[in-house]
Nanobody, 126 residues
Framework: VQLQASGGGLVQAGGSLRLSCAASGRSFSSYVMGWFRQAPGKEREFVASISRSGGRTNYADSVKGRFTISRDNPENTVYLQMNSLKPEDTAVYYC????????????????????WGQGTLVTVSS
């Protein structure tokens, strides 16, 4: 599967953005999906993940209550709605996928994902 992330940009603190990640290939509904981010000078970190059906989600504590991950399987797309953005949310955001046709648990560890998109930059100004 190939992943193409989009939707990044410059936004003021308190604002919102919605990131999209379009997947090519077949059987999108057999993939668990995740979002990660990497801020300047920092390690890449987990943001959110979603099960194949969309019924289960995981979030990093730093984004709980502000970010929402969702997916549209017929459209082969996963979204990350980001509200109440803070300057510390500034980072390159990556979507990731892993083929798990028999599991509905959304992983949160980076090493559990086999496929990665190219990243989209989110900049939050204070």
């Amino acid at each position: 599967v190939q992943l193409q992330a989009s939707g990044g940009g410059l936004v003021q603190a308190g604002g919102s953005l919605r990131l999209s990640c379009a997947a090519s290939g077949r059987s999108f509904s057999s993939y668990v999906m995740g979002w990660f981010r990497q801020a300047p000078g920092k390690e890449r970190e987990f943001v959110a993940s979603i099960s194949r059906s969309g019924g289960r989600t995981n979030y990093a504590d730093s984004v709980k209550g502000r970010f929402t991950i969702s997916r549209d399987n017929p459209e082969n797309t996963v979204y990350l709605q980001m509200n109440s953005l803070k300057p510390e949310d500034t980072a390159v955001y990556y979507c990731a996928a892993d083929f798990r046709p028999f599991s509905n648990l959304p992983p949160y560890a980076e090493y559990e994902y086999s496929y990665w998109g190219q990243g989209t930059l989110v900049t939050v100004s204070s």
